[in-house]
């Protein structure tokens, strides 16, 4: 007999009825469950799109018959206006520009009349300008009345009035710009215009043009001087001094006339014609003469020197202001011994905020660090930090200090004053001398006050003009936000000034905001930097540290000496060197073709002298000014050789470019931003 152990039934039963009744209770149970329906798919954020600019999904959103309200809308308009797609971006407006909120709507507009004129419909968008001029918010006026006066133009109606709301609107260096280069453009236009247009851009070439094509005899002042100064930054100094010449004494443009004309003998050698010049405006005060004294000190290194001193002696003495600043700086450089410390007595007691004060305090104790008087360059440099110095030179005083004190044996204060130094210029080549292992953690917040919410521009899609109302913001959080438009938009240099307007706020949690860093430190024109590192054997940072000293990244730059593009190249250079790479139709504001020659002289300039602070002395100085300061010394330490440069302005230039590329280094090196050789770079 078996025992019934519950999981059999016992013999002789059937199943059946038991299955059934499950079949049945499962059935019932059914019944009361509710049937619920496959979740609908969640549909695509359209702002989210917009952000990362996948334009296709945007296309087949509008095309796909997808429920779109009007904020959507709004960002598929903005996303068809940068694609440049204008006709498609209108019709979107034009249903749309009465429902969007007050705020945005004149913008709206905006875009609608440049749209109009874009897609060749001039009648349509001139009314619409007219209306809106009446009240534009005032980030928009100048650019309403310039897109009146060319609507006007094209529908042959009268221009005089837009130009005139153009002159009443132009608020930044940009409006005076394109307002110059319209009036040149106007059948009116004259050699007003011109000079006006050559006191921004002296290079400008139709400006140039109408003033050459004046006859002699009809030539004022004006027009002499502003030749004589584009001959003199030609280096074409016989020229130059010929025009200058003409400029009469007491006109307006006199003092300019005669300090370039100086120069320009002074660069033909011609010392007794420089020197008399200068010492006029040395004497006389006023504009160029603070100038004047310095280059007077540099004359007299070749010729005139007793009576040179004996100016300054005078000047230092007897006058104030800027003038006598420059007096006493150059006596403590090239005077006797009892003018050197009388000059440096003054500047010290006297003076306690200025620059020269600090250079005074420098070399002294620079001069004792040499002579091997730690204690004693240590008392001058502690004196200059008790007083008012800029970053740079507080920076250089702190670890310099430090130094002499490690010197000293007190490493206690040594410590302390790196550590002032990391605290306060973080950045600085110092701070990465004292702290080769990086003097600070990079964090990845971003401070309380840089941050924001979007504004109703922005939340609207209208990037381009929240970013032209942030630009111009006194608030560090909507400055901050304008720059990270602008990245976003592919206008580095802008949005670089932008974000280096708002570095003061770098500090976070005891680091540094890696969103604002790579702002101030940003990568752009990747691709290129990369071939060019890649093909002349060049680390990447270098290169982005060269061209933002050199340009701040701004591909149309064009110095007063005309260099040209992002790695500020001279033009002879830039023929030069692209002759020897085969470019023979290098064009040096194509950013891929100044990249790639200013990295090949870059490079050329490393090979020679085998270090990056060397070699950066090199490109800004020229390779023959490094060789006569290295003196047959090939090897000093680049702590020494960067106080020992002979031009203060190579010195800074190659300290800037050394901190850059330790700060990139810092940001980067570890996140592949250039592929190495095999993994996508050229050979």
Known sequence: MHANTGTTNPP?????????????????????????????????????????????????????????????????????????????ALELLEGIEAKLPEAVRPYAEMMRILGYERTGRPQQALPLARALSADAPPPLRFYVAYAGYRLAGEAGGDTESWLQAMEDNAATEGHRQTLLTVQLQEPGGDVRDALAMLDENPHHGP???????????????DTHCALGYQAFLQGEFARAAGELAKVPAGHAKARKARYYQAMSHYRRKEYGQAFRLFKELAERGGGYSASSVV??????????RKEVLDLLATLAKQTEGRRRLEALEALAWLGSEPQRRWAEQQLIANHPETEERSEVLWERGWESWQAGSPAEARTQWEK??????????????LYWTARALEEEGNDQAAREHYER??????????????????????VDALPEELQSEPGPLESWG????????????????????????????????????????????????????????????????REEVCAAAAHFGVEPWYIWATMRQESAFDADIRSWVGAVGLMQLMPATLEWEASTLGLDDADGTDPADNIHVGTAHLARRYREFKRPDLASAAYNAGASA???????????????????VGYEETADYARRVMGGMDNYRHLYEDRGICPRKGEGNPE
Request: with cysteine; aromatic share 10%.
């Open 12 to 88: 002789g039963r059937s199943r059946r009825p038991v299955v059934l009744q499950q079949i049945v209770l499962a059935a019932l149970l059914l019944c009361l469950v509710p049937t619920v329906a496959p979740a609908a798919p969640t549909p695509p954020d359209v702002e989210e799109l917009f952000r990362d600019r996948d334009w296709e999904a945007l296309d087949r959103l509008a095309a796909g018959g997808t429920s779109l309200d009007i904020r959507d809308e709004a960002f598929i308009a903005n996303a068809y206006w940068l694609q440049q797609r204008w006709g498609d």
């Open 295 to 304: 280059r007077l000190s540099i004359l007299a290194r070749h010729a005139y």
């Open 421 to 442: 130094l990391r605290s306060s210029s973080p950045r600085s080549v110092y701070a990465w001398m004292a702290y080769p292992d990086g003097p600070y953690r990079i």
């Open 462 to 525: 209208f990037v381009l003009y929240a970013r032209l109302v942030g630009a111009d913001s006194k608030n560090p959080a909507e400055r901050y936000r304008a720059a990270r438009l602008g990245f976003w938009l592919g206008n580095e240099a802008s949005a670089y000034r932008e974000a280096l307007s708002v570095s003061d706020h770098l500090a976070v949690d005891g680091g540094l905001s890696r969103p604002l860093l790579e702002m101030i430190y940003p990568l752009p024109y």
């Open 626 to 644: 490094v060789r006569r300061w290295l003196k047959g010394d090939a090897s000093p330490t680049p702590e020494v050789w960067l106080e020992t």
């Open 384 to 397: 200059a930090l008790q007083g008012e110095t800029d970053h740079r030179w507080r920076a250089r005083f």
């Open 207 to 221: 400006s140039l043009a109408i003033l050459r094509r004046q006859p002699e005899a009809e030539r004022g002042p």
